[in-house]
């Protein structure tokens, strides 16, 4: 099972921080993602952290902007967001698959439900 939260409205420019909280099993074989959708688009791939190399994606659109990192203990990783733009604006989801991480939604099995991230210019 998968928990996200932290979604909000900011400015332009301002920063959220979102939290995804894995239960039920161990993710330490798996990879967890985080997608994002706007209303009429498509899911849109922003990071990916496989959880046993510690390997890290983003995609271009983000790189430089938002970090995704993780709690052992806790068994949750983040998505720090900064420098946000309304372009940012979408419904986040974190979801999880076995292996590396990978930009294709359509190859993960496990999903959260998502937060809305709105970001006012």
């Known amino acids: 099972q998968l928990q996200a939260s932290g979604g909000g409205s900011v400015q332009a420019g301002g920063s959220l921080r979102l939290s995804c909280a894995a239960s039920?099993?161990?993710?330490?074989?798996?990879?967890l993602a985080w997608f994002r959708r706007a209303p009429g688009k498509a899911y849109d791939f922003v990071a990916a952290?496989?959880?046993?190399?510690?390997?890290?994606n983003y995609s271009d659109s983000v790189k430089g902007r938002f970090t995704i990192d993780r709690d052992n203990a806790e068994n949750t990783v983040y998505l720090q967001m900064n420098s946000l733009k309304p372009e940012d604006t979408a419904v986040y989801s974190c979801?999880?698959?076995?292996?590396?991480?990978?930009?294709?939604?359509?190859?993960?099995?496990?999903w959260g439900q998502g937060t809305q991230v709105t970001v006012s210019s």
């Open positions: 952290f496989t959880w046993g190399s510690g390997s890290i």
């Open positions: 979801a999880a698959r076995p292996g590396r991480g990978y930009r294709d939604y359509r190859t993960y099995l496990y």
């Open positions: 039920g099993r161990s993710f330490s074989t798996y990879a």
